[in-house]
């Protein structure tokens, strides 16, 4: 059987393991992502309206930030969670929040910069005038933030992208368990190590597809209200 | 009418000894000023004088350095209420429209004070009503054209009907047409509400147009302030009455007064003026170049109390009519239309007499 019929057949029959497979890797990305973003929205908010010292320090540690390699990333939460680490007693190592966590700490910085970014592109007069129309605190930030929302959005791209991609952590603090903390890239370093290339190629797609169609959604939001 | 409460009696805004900040040094000091219900203001003055910050200070968006602000009776202090902040509302320079409809945006103030959007956009309607601008309320803030702009701008201030509406350059970057409709709009809006506004602007222009109150501010101090006529006929200094663009500066001897005039000598002429306190040896006598009239040749007597012979030194036209610059005792600038030129048919080298009222001449 050729490779291409071979993978065709993992993505047909091999349903039972490719798809949860799947289901994991999207679960883990997207609470790393909302975890982030939780933690980075209003970071990058304060970042780039805020008026302390050391504030240029924090938006270039943030940039900095961005370019942390995950297996980095992995290891400082390994640190926190391992059995006699400061958080071991929640018991997380090797689970999916344990690899949720870890993809927070990649995605957070690459939220707040270029949350700071998009808020501070819009202009230093636009808040102040948000307050001159009457608008409180909370207002003017879900205001600048809804006014933001293109580069939000393509910020949130760019940290998916790096979730769903990346490998260290995930293996680092999840451990690729068969049926608990298997990810795509996890479960494909593990194929390609056996031989079995023709499943590695049907995970591939399937990882394919899952960053394209998430970048597809992510795109329409952006474009919807602004043609 | 019924005579008001002491509430409109109380300025809505009084500054005493206010000395406002920026990067480090004073730009600038406002001795004394009450702004009342009702008024509208110009503050005039060049780039730098000050203008923008002056009314950051008033829309609470930065305190003075020193000196005290009151608002509505009060001093708004370092962190003034959202309550009290809303009785204001400032329009930047520039127009900062959302990414949204134009009806949107003109209805952004009143939803930020909890109005209900059926509300909301009744009232945006209304004031885009009041701009003429109707037609746009369907319209993507970046679909619109500058003028389309600064109207939304306008009117998203206006919505809320705030007790206190600051204006800076509220005409910048229009062409002179648009500038005067919206400017003649704005004069409506402001008298049929009964708002209070002050404006700042560095086009005296403007200010003629919009204010029934000015100030002036120069070299880092509020130089003048009062009713528009008042400033604009009695400069209080030379460099005022430079700046709002009085352009016969004449320095003079003051030869004697009485109850309906003061005599003074300019250049060994003299000339009649209208009683004024102002004390002294020396003035400056101040006359608008349109208050200068000129007659072909020499002239007999006259009711004008002052006749300079003079010759044309050159015409210059301009976008207000023909500048004439007059050789005589004196240089003297008269303003005139271009069909009163074209009559007298003025040339260089030509006699006039030149004539103004003694109520045109004001001592500085």
Known sequence: MSLAAETAAQLGTGGSELWPVGLLTLQVASSGLLIASAIGIPAGLGLALGRFPGRRALIGLANAGMGIPPVLAGLLVALLLWRSGPLGSLELMYTPAAMALAQALIATPVIVSLTAAGILQLGDELPDQLRALGASRWQQSWLLIKEARLPLLAAAMAAAGRLLSEVGASMMVGGNIRGETRVLTTAMVMEVRQGNFALALALGLLLLLLALSINGVLTWLQQRKTA | MSSPALSSIAPITSMRELVLRRGGRDVLRVEALDIRQGETWVLVGPNGSGKTTLLRALGMLEPPSSGTLELFGRPPGLSPSLELRRRTVLAFQQTLLLAD????????????????????????????????????????????????????????????????????????????????????????????????????????????????????????????????????????????????????????????????????????????????????????????????????????????????????????????????????????????????????????????????????????
């Open chain 2, 101 to 364: 409809t134009a009806l949107a945006n003109v209805a952004l103030p009143l939803r930020l004070r909890g109005v209900d959007r059926a509300g909301a956009e009744k009232a945006a309607r209304e004031a885009l009503e009041l701009f003429q601008a109707s037609t746009l309320a369907g319209r993507r803030a970046r679909q619109l054209s500058g003028g389309e702009a600064r109207r939304i701008a306008l009117a998203r201030a206006f919505a809320a009907k705030p007790e206190l509406l600051l204006l800076d350059e509220p005409f910048a970057a229009l062409d002179p047409p648009s500038r005067e409709a919206l400017s003649s709009d704005l004069k409506r809006a402001l008298k049929a509400s009964g708002t209070t506004c002050v404006a700042v602007s560095h086009d005296r222009a403007e200010a003629l147009a919009l204010a029934d109150h000015v100030g002036i501010l120069l070299g880092g101090k509020l130089a003048q302030a009062g009713p528009i006529d008042e400033v604009f006929r009695a400069p209080a200094a030379e460099e005022v009455a430079r700046f709002i663009g009085v352009e016969n500066l004449l320095p003079a001897r003051i030869r004697s007064r009485s109850a309906d005039a003061i005599r003074i000598e300019v250049a060994g002429v003299e000339l009649t003026c209208a009683p004024s306190e102002i004390g002294g040896e020396t003035a400056l006598a101040c006359i608008r170049a349109q208050d200068v009239l000129l007659a072909e040749g020499p002239l007999g007597h006259l009711s004008a109390r002052n006749a300079i012979a003079c010759r044309v030194a050159a015409l210059e036209p301009s976008s207000s009519g023909i500048r004439v610059r007059l050789d005589g005792p004196f240089p003297l600038v008269a303003l005139l239309t271009r069909a009163a030129a074209d009559e007298l048919r003025l040339a260089p080298g030509a006699q006039v007499t030149a004539l103004f009222k003694s109520s045109a001449v004001h001592l500085a």
